[in-house]
């Protein structure tokens, strides 16, 4: 089992950037498909991002394509979302994933951390 903390959330005005971080803890992180995931309020979870285990591969939502970035540092045990033009619109909580599948998928995670609150102001 893996347990997740996200963190780098707060408010931001509108064409600002944020880094999200995730810290991972417990079984080995390198062998965990990541990814992040979003819910505005009154609105169901979305995909935003996810990368493989190695990091080779990554996919994106289109909502978010050439805006949003994801990596990670295995030897950190880290996952990251680097969001830059941040829009009004991306005003979410967002998650952090952890799955043992291999590839970049967008359902279907087994694990969760608990969220951190992104405000973009317009």
């Known amino acids: 089992q893996v347990q997740l903390v996200e963190s780098g959330g707060g408010l931001v005005q509108a064409g600002g950037s944020l880094r999200l971080s995730c810290a991972a803890s417990?079984?080995?992180?390198?062998?965990?498909?990541m990814g992040w995931f979003r819910q505005a309020p009154g609105k169901e979870r979305e995909f935003v991002a996810a990368i493989s285990r190695g990091g080779s591969m990554t996919r994106s939502a289109d909502s978010v394509k050439g805006r949003f970035t994801i990596s990670r540092d295995n030897a950190k045990n880290t996952v990251y979302l680097q969001m830059n033009s941040l829009k009004p619109e991306d005003t979410a909580v967002y998650y952090c994933a952890a799955d043992l599948t291999p590839g970049v998928r967008t359902m279907g995670y087994d694990y969760w951390g608990q969220g951190t609150q992104v405000t973009v102001s317009s």
């Open positions: 417990g079984r080995t992180f390198s062998g965990y498909t």
